[in-house]
């Protein structure tokens, strides 16, 4: 599948592709049982957000971190 990531804003990235208009934010949340982690919460919104989830988040964390295999 090709789907096309565009980061708009600070936490704010438009998806799209064949079938899918999506838009995607995250938000911070910090996991203090495993040692003050910080992980990520995603939320996906739009047509195929749910079958593509994996997908948009996989390009978008590719996206703003292009180092990270």
Known sequence: MNIDVNKVGKRWF???G???DVEA??????????GWKTKRKWTITGKGS???RTEIIEQAEKQMNPFHS
């Open 18 to 20: 064949d079938g899918i």
């Open 14 to 16: 438009i998806c799209k």
């Open 50 to 52: 749910k079958k593509y």
């Open 25 to 34: 934010t995250y938000s911070h949340w910090v996991d203090w049982k495993n």
